[in-house]
């Protein structure tokens, strides 16, 4: 406990137990005094008076006519004379009331005894005391690499301070004067922490109050908290609901980072976004001949692909808007599927498909009613696909391979979203990730010959890994994957899981239950379940030093942006 007096009001006292020092002002005229005569003040020349005012008698004795004045208006301080003769021996002075609370004022009487020096008397008038305690700042904030960050207290009285073993570890709190400073650590952890110290103030009494809120009839000194919060490795930024006029109709979304706009794809339109606080700009105007987006996708070099139609014998587009030159968009793939299902979709690049890329699609089926799932990639060279006459004489992309996993042969997907097949990179000897809501609910990681599980999230029948993204993060590749609750209504919270590394060597860092992946006022009866059709994706983004995940889920309609710090 630490216990400090600050006296913010500079409050003189005067008892009378010594005569001061009387200062002569300078001479009146132009000749000064004549030195004839005395006047001598009997009382004190410093007086002081409480708030509520009174009476001040001034006395002296003199043998010369004198005069008297005050340097304040009559709504402060008057006189009962302003002058008298040598057998006159005192004047009162009349001080009004004084209503400003801890402060103080003085009133200069001036007396001006005849062919002599003038003598001043200085009356100090306090107002009320009232005891006060304020802090500049009650929540105080800082980020997940620690540092310092104080506020200023302003106070007239004593207080206490309490300090706490359990925080002081990683918040140590100093007190200076007036300046509190907490010195924070680093937080290792992902989740965010608390500390606060807490200051009483003796003469300020409150209310007890029950656990009703109600008073007990009892006070106690005055208890005033200041409460840190640091960031974890961790943040929510924003979250918004999905407005109805994108979810309308929408079976699925898709998000990506183009040129530093942020897009979201309802599988029809395109729409922009802020990113720096969710709100939505409008849609974005595309010519697309009668075609119709499906959904889209950036590269590592930032190029925006753009995948349209895809449905059972309808052709497949993907189209590239590069991020540099406008000029050089063009048509990366044409495909007619022949895969009778739920079209092609949920497109994913790695490197640059001006250069090195590979690109993959997932189709969804239902091989018990001659459907098929599959998984198809494309290897781009030279900033192009392998194209190839077909038998009507249209050229065409034939995919570079297809290894959707075995378990798959006789699975169904319900929609082509239900999966995730991504490229761990610009080649296809890196190899590639896979995951979804399909009966075994696995990571999957494909070296180029077999498939292999590299992370089990646990999940049985109530949510599937339905996307993955990866990035290059200072220099470290970091991978991250939404779990998406397929029973949102049941209460089962969507998962993030962020990982180190990309195909083999994903290691898991943490897995985190997104607040805006939960269910927190849904209605129990809500509609959805595991076979409306929805949709998750992620985009990553590093800014500023952190990693930013911008993620959608469909299940809930909601579009939330994560920063990951190191």
């Avoid at 309490?162 to 650590?185: C, H, I, P, R, S």
């Avoid at 007990?216 to 208890?223: A, F, R, W």
């Avoid at 840190?228 to 898709?254: E, H, M, R």
Wanted: one cysteine or more.
């Amino acid at each position: 406990m630490k216990k400090v007096l600050m006296a913010l009001c500079a409050l003189a006292f005067v008892f009378g137990c010594q005569e001061p020092e009387v200062t002569p002002d300078k001479p009146d005229g132009p000749d000064g005094p004549t030195g004839k005569g005395e006047f001598t003040l009997t009382s004190n020349a410093a007086v002081t008076i409480d708030q509520a005012g009174g009476e001040v008698k001034v006395e002296f004795t003199s043998t010369v006519d004198w005069a008297a004045s005050l340097d304040v208006e009559s709504s402060v301080a008057t006189l009962n004379v302003k002058s008298g003769s040598a057998e006159d021996t005192f004047v009162k002075v009349t001080v009004k009331a004084f209503e400003e609370k801890n402060s103080s004022r003085e009133i200069k009487l001036t007396l001006k005894p005849e062919g002599l020096d003038n003598v001043v008397v200085t009356i100090t008038q306090n107002g009320e005391f009232v005891p006060f305690f304020e802090v500049s700042e009650s929540q105080l904030e800082i980020g997940p690499a620690g540092g310092q960050v104080s506020f200023t207290i302003s106070t007239n009285t004593e207080f206490n301070v309490k300090t706490y073993d359990e925080f002081e570890e990683w918040a140590a709190f100093t007190l200076n004067e007036t300046t509190g400073t907490f010195t924070v650590q680093a937080n290792p952890e992902f989740d965010a922490r608390e500390a606060y110290v807490k200051f009483t103030v003796p003469a300020i009494q409150v209310p007890i109050l029950d656990d009703e809120g109600k008073e007990t009839g009892e006070t106690e000194d005055m208890p005033v908290r200041v409460y840190l919060s640091q960031k974890g490795k961790v943040s929510l930024d924003w979250i918004f609901t999905i407005p109805d006029d994108i979810v309308a109709g929408s079976t699925n979304y898709s998000v990506a980072i183009y040129n530093s706009a942020l897009l979201l794809c309802n599988g029809s339109a395109l729409f922009m976004v802020n990113p720096a606080d969710g709100t939505v700009l409008g849609e974005v105007p595309m010519e697309t001949d009668g075609h119709t987006i499906k959904c889209i996708t950036t590269d590592d070099a930032g190029n925006l692909l753009i995948l349209l139609d895809g449905m059972y014998t309808e052709g497949m587009y993907v189209i590239v808007m590069p991020s540099s030159d406008q000029n050089q968009q063009k048509t990366l793939l044409y495909y007619p599927n022949p895969y009778y299902g739920y079209g092609l979709n949920n497109i994913k690049a790695k490197g640059d498909v001006y250069g090195q890329a590979v690109v993959t699609t997932f189709g969804g089926g239902a091989p018990n009613y001659g459907g098929k799932n599959v998984c198809l990639y494309w290897n781009v060279g030279s900033g192009s696909a392998a194209w190839e006459k077909n038998g009507e004489g249209v050229y065409i992309s034939k995919p570079t391979g297809d290894i959707a996993p075995e378990h798959l042969a006789s699975h169904t997907c319900w929609d082509s979203f239900r999966c995730i097949f991504a490229p761990v990179g610009p080649r296809v000897s890196d190899g590639f990730m896979f995951g979804g809501y399909d009966g075994q609910y696995k990571l999957l990681f494909y070296n180029g010959s077999s498939w292999s599980p590299v992370m089990d999230p646990g999940y049985t029948w109530e949510s599937g890994i339905t996307s993955y993204a990866s990035i290059d993060w200072g220099g470290e590749v970091y991978s991250i994957a939404l779990g998406m609750s397929y029973f949102p209504c049941w209460d089962i919270a969507s998962d993030l899981w962020f990982m180190k590394g990309n195909g083999a060597s994903v290691e898991t860092a943490a897995k985190i239950p997104v607040p805006i992946l939960t269910t927190e006022g849904l209605d129990a009866d809500s509609s959805i379940f595991a076979y409306t059709p929805q949709a998750s994706d992620v985009a990553l983004h590093v800014e500023e030093g952190n990693l930013a995940a911008y993620i959608i889920d469909g299940s809930l309609k909601v579009f939330g942006k994560v920063t990951f710090s190191k």
